[in-house]
Structure formats: C-alpha cells, structure tokens
C-alpha cells in the first residue's frame, strides 16, 4: 500500500471538531521531538499549542520514553478496584506534596472531562450522602470543562452543546470578574450565595481557554472563593489546562491565598504521553463518603483508572516539574511573551494582547467572528504554511507552546503572529 497515511486516514478515521466534508486532508505526522511535529511529506511544524495543550515537556521527551518503556516490561495494567501498585502510590504522594496543603485524596479517570465529571458527582453527592438538598451548580459565563454530559452542562451553552440541549443540567452562569468587572461579579456571586440550593462553584481559574483565553485576576478569584467558603459552598478549580506550569507557577491555584476543595487535572499531567485525569478533595470532601453504608459509596470508575503506564508516564513528568530550574524556564518563556506582548499592542489590527505565564492571546480587531468564521481558517492555513501549528479560536489567536520551545521558535511562531495582522 503505497498511499499516503493522509489519504488512507480520510477512508477510515472520523475526527474530533471537524467538518470531514469540507476540512482540508489530516497531515500525516510521523515523529516528534522537542517543539517540531515531522510530516511525511517532510514538512515540519512548530507544535505552537503543544497539541490540544498537553505536550508540555515537548514531543518524544527521552526521560518520559524511558520510564514508560521500564514500566511496560513491569506491570502494564492491573483493575484498580480492590488492588493498588506503585506507580498509583508514588503519583498520589508526590502530586499531594505539590498541590495546597488541604489536598488529602487523589481519584483517577482518563481525560479532563471525566477528571471533572468525577469532581461534580463528588460535590454532590457530598450534599446527598449527608441528606442536605444542595444541587445547583454555579459555573462561569464562557467556560469549557468537556465534551461529557456534565461536563457540557457546567460549560458555554453553544452551537456544539446545541444538539444536547434538552439533556443539559441548569446552572447559575456567573460573569467572569475580568479587570472593571469584579465588583460587580463579587455582587452577583453574594446575591446567588443567599440562595439555600447552591452546591458548588466551578471554574477554570485565571485562564479560561476555550473561551478565547479570558483571563482574570487571582485577587477577585481569592474573593470568590472566600465567599463560598463563609457559606460552605463546594469549591472546584478546574486545572485541566492550567495545572503543570502553563500559567507561570506550577498550578494556578499557586497564586492564591484560598485553596479549592476540588481540583481536576488531566492534559499537561503525563507531558502528553498517556491519557489520564486526576481529582483531588480534601479530607472533609472524602470523609462525607465514608460509611458502614456501602451506598454512600463513590460509584464512578473506568477499565484503565489509573493506568500504571499513564501513572508512569506522570511520575516521569513530575521529575520534570518538582526541580526550581523548572519554574525558571517558566520565567524564560513568560519573559518573552511579554516582550513581545509590548511590541504587538498598539500595532493596527490588534484588538488586545492578554498573557499569563506561558500563555500567549492575541484578539485580532475585526467584527463579531466565531470559530465558524473563514477568517479563523485562513490564519490556521497561513500559521501552517510557515511551518507553525496554531489553533486560532475565531478571531482570537494563542500560543501555548512546549516549554522546551527556544527563542528561536518562538520568534518564528511570533513573526506569524505579526503576518496574522495583515490577513485583517
Ligand atoms: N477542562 C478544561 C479547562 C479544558 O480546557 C478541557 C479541554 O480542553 C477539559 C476540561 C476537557 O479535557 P479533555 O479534552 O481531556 O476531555
């Protein structure tokens, strides 16, 4: 079979936030190292986004390689349920030891959805095991936490959930306290907090990324936080994006004096090796379930919960992460976005330059567009064709790069961003 891996894809495969009938052909990748995706038509690509954000150490990182492989040859995988082994234990310990100190438990799944799926059915049935009638949920006004049911229902209602609708859970939809908003966000959050019902609070903190990385100050998230806790509403951060460095620090929670009750990990956890998500609570959240009634249980579980390859995987990301030199090359990237930030702003066809940490935004000053919008297709294409992955959302265009990324790259990825303007 002499044809391409793109073509014999387009027989076969279905993918994930694509129109198959009008979506250019897939391109066939057939390795990766450091930044760069290598093309079978020998192309190559900075992975300007770390692939859906979860690359962080780089593609095919030899240390992560490395331990994967040992732990394929020891123990490749074992039911979770009624049996442990060590990669589970050694992860738990050290994850604990990174996250705020009220951090007591870890439950593991496979994904960021379920990483929050798990996190709300732990909020609520925290209420229900106690037989307190608490279900409502508030969530921010544009975020995204997945593409399973609750986690669609905590999210932007929008023409991806539309279909679904009927199925969706309510919620409070809070807007997000960006800068000149927070009094009036902390007001609408006493208002909602006098309600009897209000169960948990959930949110993607600093940083919403789908929404077109919204970004917010720890400050009123602090207060925000303070005022659930008064009403002992349940707090949930979701990290699933945030967590492992993307904002500066190790987690976003890492800028805060308030620590969550929940946290949801997934993405950046296995540097983009293995599929697996993570929920943490603390030891209030977990005693709630303890019982001599075995229906007090937490029933929620997957085949492949923690996966001792994925759990491998992450203790090998973690090496990467716990050292300080890791928080210095943090330093290094956010030192550049911001320069470059300065350099862009007040050029024509720049709306607004947003940064946090490793996380570059850049809103292109055109009218109302969506991730419909053939303006977002045509700066996917023109980021391509000089050898860059970026996903623009809409007119929004972002980078989040592998934090082994050199200057060099990253001044190629900036160079289109400046080309970007011009499409305007
Ligand atoms: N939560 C946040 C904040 C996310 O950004 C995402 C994915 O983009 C998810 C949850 C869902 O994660 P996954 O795509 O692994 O299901």
């Given at each position: 079979m002499n044809n391409s891996l793109s073509e014999r894809d387009q027989l076969v495969n279905w993918h994930p936030y694509t129109q198959m009938q009008t979506a250019?052909?897939?391109?066939?990748?057939?390795?990766?190292?450091?930044a760069v995706l290598f093309a079978e038509d020998g192309r190559e690509y900075i992975d300007a986004v770390s692939s859906w954000w979860v690359n962080i150490h780089g593609h095919a990182h030899p240390h992560i390689a490395e331990r994967v492989s040992q732990q394929l040859r020891t123990l490749e995988h074992v039911i979770f349920a009624g049996f442990t082994h060590a990669p589970?234990?050694?992860?738990?310990?050290?994850?604990?030891?990174?996250?705020?100190?009220?951090?007591?438990?870890v439950f593991y799944t496979d994904n960021g959805s379920t990483a929050v799926e798990v996190?709300?059915?732990?909020?609520?049935?925290?209420?229900?095991?106690?037989?307190?009638?608490k279900s409502?949920?508030?969530?921010?006004?544009?975020?995204?936490?997945?593409?399973?049911?609750?986690a669609m229902?905590?999210?932007?209602?929008?023409?991806?959930?539309?279909?679904?609708?009927?199925?969706?859970?309510?919620?409070?939809?809070?807007?997000?306290?960006?800068?000149?908003?927070?009094?009036?966000?902390?007001?609408?959050?006493?208002?909602?907090?006098?309600?009897?019902?209000?169960?948990?609070?959930?949110?993607?903190?600093?940083?919403?990324?789908?929404?077109?990385?919204?970004?917010?100050?720890?400050?009123?998230?602090?207060?925000?936080?303070?005022?659930?806790?008064?009403?002992?509403?349940?707090?949930?951060?979701?990290?699933?994006?945030?967590?492992?460095?993307?904002?500066?620090?190790?987690?976003?929670?890492?800028?805060?004096?308030?620590?969550?009750?929940?946290?949801?990990?997934?993405?950046?956890?296995t540097g983009g090796t293995m599929a697996l998500g993570v929920t943490?609570?603390?030891?209030?959240?977990?005693?709630?379930?303890?019982?001599?009634?075995?229906?007090?249980?937490?029933?929620?579980?997957?085949?492949?919960?923690a996966n001792p390859i994925a759990c491998a995987a992450a203790l090998a990301s973690l090496d990467l992460v716990e050292p300080e030199d890791f928080l210095q090359n943090l330093d290094r990237i956010s030192a550049a976005h911001a320069a470059f930030a300065l350099v862009l702003k007040n050029k024509p066809g720049i709306k607004?330059?947003?940064?946090?940490?490793?996380?570059?935004?850049?809103?292109?000053?055109?009218?109302?567009?969506?991730?419909?919008?053939?303006?977002?297709?045509q700066l996917y294409q023109l980021a391509l064709e000089n050898g860059v992955l970026l996903r623009p959302l809409g007119n929004i265009v972002y980078v989040l790069p592998p934090y082994c990324i050199t200057q060099a790259q990253l001044n190629q990825v900036y160079g289109v961003l400046e080309q970007m303007r011009e499409l305007v």
């Open positions: 250019p052909p897939p391109i066939g990748i057939v390795r990766g190292e450091g589970a234990v050694e992860l738990s310990e050290r994850l604990l030891k990174l996250l705020p100190a009220n951090q007591a438990k996190a709300l059915k732990m909020a609520l049935q925290y209420w229900h095991n106690q037989g307190i009638p409502k949920i508030i969530a921010l006004e544009g975020s995204y936490h997945g593409d399973t049911f609750g229902s905590i999210s932007e209602r929008s023409v991806f959930t539309r279909p679904f609708q009927q199925y969706l859970f309510d919620v409070e939809f809070l807007p997000v306290p960006v800068p000149g908003q927070e009094e009036a966000v902390l007001a609408k959050m006493e208002e909602l907090l006098t309600r009897p019902d209000i169960a948990a609070f959930v949110f993607e903190p600093l940083v919403l990324g789908t929404a077109g990385m919204v970004m917010y100050e720890p400050e009123v998230l602090d207060k925000l936080m303070a005022l659930c806790r008064q009403k002992g509403v349940i707090i949930i951060a979701d990290e699933v994006m945030t967590g492992f460095g993307r904002t500066g620090k190790r987690f976003a929670a890492d800028y805060l004096t308030q620590a969550p009750d929940l946290m949801c990990f997934s993405k950046g956890i943490t609570c603390t030891h209030q959240l977990y005693a709630s379930f303890l019982s001599e009634d075995k229906t007090k249980a937490l029933f929620h579980g997957h085949s492949y919960t607004e330059v947003r940064q946090r940490g490793t996380i570059l935004a850049v809103e292109l000053e055109v009218g109302a567009t969506t991730y419909f919008h053939s303006l977002r297709d």
